[in-house]
């Protein structure tokens, strides 16, 4: 099973920016795509982005369109999310995950493999 590694999340003022990584042991052969998901406290978690390994497809909320944006770096299996114009609602912990069913990536159901969060707290 693919191990997944985040790193990036941390603290940040509304209007501020991160960048979140994410390394897939495997380099991503054995996964369609990597997914980006949040979980604020007392909410379910939710999607927020995707993007195929394979012609780079990508995939966003509507909560974060415009604002975020992923990217992959095949040559060495990771994905990034740039994160800018943070707003408090955005705190949340933030998982990898990747695909083993191709589609659908909006789904948490369609990941198999996931990392163990990173948090993002943005201040008003």
């Known amino acids: 099973q693919v191990q997944l590694v985040e790193s990036g999340g941390g603290l940040e003022q509304a209007g501020g920016s991160l960048r979140l990584s994410c390394a897939a042991s495997?380099?991503?052969?054995?996964?369609?795509?990597l997914g980006w998901f949040r979980q604020g406290v007392g909410k379910e978690r939710e999607f927020v982005a995707a993007i195929t390994w394979r012609g780079a497809n990508t995939y966003y909320s509507d909560s974060v369109k415009g604002r975020f944006t992923i990217s992959s770096d095949n040559t060495k299996g990771t994905v990034h999310l740039q994160m800018n114009s943070l707003k408090p609602e955005d705190t949340a912990v933030y998982y990898c995950?990747?695909?083993?069913?191709?589609?659908?990536?909006?789904?948490?159901?369609?990941?198999?493999?996931w990392g163990q969060g990173t948090q993002v707290t943005v201040s008003s």
């Open positions: 995950a990747a695909a083993r069913v191709e589609g659908y990536y909006s789904d948490s159901w369609v990941y198999g493999s």
């Open positions: 495997d380099g991503g052969f054995s996964s369609y795509a």
